[in-house]
Structure formats: C-alpha cells, structure tokens
C-alpha cells in the first residue's frame, strides 16, 4: 500500500490506517525506538504511542513525507521516554553521550522566535547535510537520528571506529559553522 492510500484510510478514519501503517513503517519504528531505549518493551510502547499520535495528527496534518513524520514522532516519544527514565540516574548511556555531543553545535536556548516552529533550523540542517559528502551525512543522520553508537555504525559500513568517530567530529564542527554563518547562535 502507497503512503498516499494510508494517508488516505486516516483521512476517512478508517481504523486499517493504523494497520496498515504498522505493516509498513513497524519495524522502522521499532528500530529507532530500540537504538534510542535498549529496551524492548519500552521501544513497542513508543511505536504504538507514535501510532496514535499519527492518528490523533492526521486530519488535519497531512505529512509530505509519510516516513520521516513517523519516525520523528517515534524518535521524539523514545527521546522523552529516555529523559524519564534516567532523570535519577545519570549514567553512561549512549543517548547522553549523543546529545552531549549535540550540544556544541545545535543551539541550546532554541526558541520559536529565533527560528520559526523548528522549520528554520529544519531546513538548514537538510540544506548542509545535501552540500555534504554521502560517506559524512550517512554516519551524521546514523548518529543523531536513528541513535547508532559508534561501533554500530562503524560495522554497518565497514570502517573503523575512529574514521566514524572523526568524521562525525568533523561534521559536527562545519555544522556549527554553518549554523553560526546562519545567524542561529550556539
């Protein structure tokens, strides 16, 4: 089934959209949510939440991409799981080591009145990932949006850890740049 016949079945409400979204962009949920919590149990809890977040959106949002609308959704419901769970306890985790390493180029006090509803900030992340080369935005997104450790994404494309490691430091610091050249302050 087409994202446009789901998207579709949603606007008629008909209740196979949750189905048939759940066949298709499942196990892409799943694994956001799994690489973000370690948890099996709390990942499938996400992915039924992001579920019903899609069906309680749509009407009247209608997402361009279908995809991407999903995993956002699953990624910041797993995001928010995860600060909860480990508000108490702030151990070595794989998460808090990504969004340390966020930090230093993403601002921090991001408000709607510096970059209109996120949009902005959006676009001038996808813009620099597109001006970047393939090898850099595969490791980068890898990273900070499916949250794959190191090693997982040094054993997904065959290269060493600290090739992926400098590359990842090497984007994040041209992402600062371009953010700053941007007039979006860090």
Not at 45 to 50: S, Y
Not at 77 to 84: A, G, M, P, T, V
Not at 113 to 142: M, P, Q
Request: aromatic share 10%.
């Amino acid at each position: 089934m087409t994202d446009s016949e789901i998207l579709d079945l949603y606007f008629a409400r008909s209740e196979s959209a949750i189905e048939e979204t759940s066949k298709k962009y499942g196990s892409y949920c799943s694994t956001i949510a799994m690489n973000i919590l370690q948890n099996r149990e709390d990942s499938e809890e996400c992915v039924n939440d992001a579920l019903l977040n899609a069906w309680n959106s749509i009407p009247p949002r209608k997402p361009q991409v279908f995809s991407s609308f999903l995993g956002r959704i699953t990624r910041n419901i797993s995001l928010d799981r995860y600060k909860s769970r480990n508000a108490k306890k702030r151990g070595e985790g794989n998460i808090d080591a990504l969004l340390s390493e966020l930090e230093l180029c993403v601002p921090s006090n991001f408000n709607v009145d510096t970059v209109a509803d996120g949009n902005e900030l959006t676009r001038i992340i996808n813009k620099f990932l597109e001006s970047t080369d393939e090898e850099s935005a595969a490791y980068f997104l890898c990273r900070y949006w499916y949250g794959y450790s190191v090693p997982m994404i040094a054993e997904k494309f065959g290269a060493g850890q600290s090739k992926v490691k400098m590359s990842l430091h090497r984007t994040r610091k041209k992402l600062k740049t371009e953010l700053e050249k941007r007039g979006v302050t860090v």
